[in-house]
């Protein structure tokens, strides 16, 4: 046991050398952030059946207080982010006759906001202040005119809880072990790639993200090799295991925290994307990215548990892992290709995450409710049956804020229930298979 608690610590220590050597640049940049007031100035546009919001460049801001005072002006992004001592209260305004030809202020719009810091810095101390100008607009729309908005909204999710789900439904289908660190593998696959995004080369998200999902794939495969092997091998019991994984993403999750800070921050790509109109519904060019690529991966990878020889080996050793290492699987490489493939699609998924609601430090531990919910409702261990169930709890929970938009802070209570009615009406999952007990 001591072996095993030593190869843990090591791959720990690792890990969190890593983080601080990969992510001095971005602490530091977190802690600038954290005490900065990041101001956005866009242009309402109304459209058919949206209203656009479309970013405004070359307008100059101002923030004063009895602190300091900055200025700055707008990027293409629409952004300017000023730089002032945390501390007491300040002005955020920008200057009307710097905005472009064509451009108005609204009859309700303003032009300056009061902002109040708390005293001294904490973590996530940083500041956002928002100004709308131009047309405000806005198409009525009835209950169903809105419903078609909503159900490309569920799908997005729906997609993105299923690649973050399959890899989860194959661990615990090849283990046994629900693991609750799932979910920092997420973060800190969005994590690696926002790094070379914004704070090392800066490279474009679609060149960042492929060392995201490298970075979780390999945090998935030494977790398998210096923790759960060892542990398995030592005949360690899959509630202590389970009991472990929830200590280590608690862990992990907070060495995060300090490493990334506790602000939301989004890819450079992804600021102020204005929607397409395509009549019922409107949707972002990045949204159809994520849905496209989502689409083709997992396709791509239900195809390869279904025709390639690692992927039939894979259902062999996750429906009975002595009848397959009876018939010369090796099930030890098998379980650690699980992992390795788990822990890329979490990276995956995270980015996608990442890109679609921002970055933070708890991302995964957001969603990990919703994907054991998922993989639950699928049937346990069951990659098509995680699949299925993502989009089960993602279409309830886009359905549920549609029908009870008072409570969308609830909407996660739509996805228990969703598991709820499904688990009375077939206990296994919907491709779960009936076992006898006893």
């Known amino acids: 046991m001591k072996s095993s608690l030593s190869k843990a610590v090591t791959f720990l220590g690792v890990f969190f050398a890593l983080g601080f050597v990969l992510w001095s640049p971005l602490a530091h940049a977190a802690d600038e952030e954290d005490s ?105 729309e009835g209950r169903w005119e809105q419903l078609p908005q909503v159900l490309v909204g569920g799908i997005r999710i729906s997609l993105i809880l299923a690649i973050c789900s399959i890899g989860l439904a194959l661990i615990f289908g090849t283990t046994g072990l629900t693991n609750f660190a799932h979910s920092e593998i997420i973060t800190v696959g969005a994590m690696v790639a926002f790094w070379f995004n914004q704070n090392g080369p800066q490279w474009p998200l679609l060149l960042a993200a492929p060392f995201g999902i490298v970075g979780a794939a390999l945090m998935g495969g030494a977790f398998e090799l210096r923790l759960w092997r060892p542990l398995r091998r030592r005949g360690t019991s899959l509630t202590s295991m389970m009991i472990v994984s929830i200590g280590m993403a608690i862990g992990i999750r907070y060495v995060l925290l300090f490493l990334l800070g506790g602000r ?36 791509g990878f239900s195809l390869f548990l279904l025709y390639a020889r690692f992927g039939k080996a894979i259902r062999a050793v996750s429906d009975n892992p002595d009848l397959a290492s009876a018939t010369g699987i090796n099930t030890d490489r098998v379980i650690l290709l699980v992992w390795i493939l788990g822990g890329a699609l979490a990276g995956l998924g995270g980015v996608m995450n990442g890109a679609s609601t921002g970055v933070q430090w708890d991302m995964g531990n957001v969603i990990l409710l919703l994907l054991f919910a998922a993989f639950t409702i699928g049937g346990l261990g069951n990659p098509f049956g995680a699949l299925v169930g993502s989009f089960v709890i993602g279409m309830f929970t886009q359905l549920w804020t549609w029908v009870f938009p008072s409570v969308v802070e609830l909407k996660a209570l739509g996805a228990l229930i969703a598991l709820v009615v499904v688990l009375l009406v077939r206990p296994e999952g919907i491709l779960g298979k009936k076992e006898r007990v006893g």
């Open 264 to 299: 939301n921050r989004r890819y450079a790509q992804y600021v102020g994307d204005p929607e397409i109109d395509f009549g019922p519904f409107g949707i972002t060019p990045r949204d159809i990215a994520i849905m496209v690529i989502a689409l083709i991966v997992v396709v």
């Open 36 to 140: 900065a007031i990041t101001i956005l100035i866009a242009e309402r546009v109304a459209g058919s059946k949206v209203q656009e919001k479309i970013p405004v460049a070359g307008v100059k801001v101002r923030v004063e207080g009895a602190a300091g005072s900055a200025v700055g002006v707008t990027d293409a992004k629409g952004i300017a982010v000023l730089g002032v001592p945390p501390v007491g209260k300040y002005e955020v305004s920008f200057d009307v006759s710097t905005l472009p030809k064509g451009v108005a202020v609204g009859a309700d719009s303003k032009t300056s906001l009061s902002i109040d810091f708390s005293s001294g810095v904490s973590v996530g101390s940083g500041k956002s202040v928002s100004f709308f100008v131009g047309n405000d607009a806005r198409v009525a």
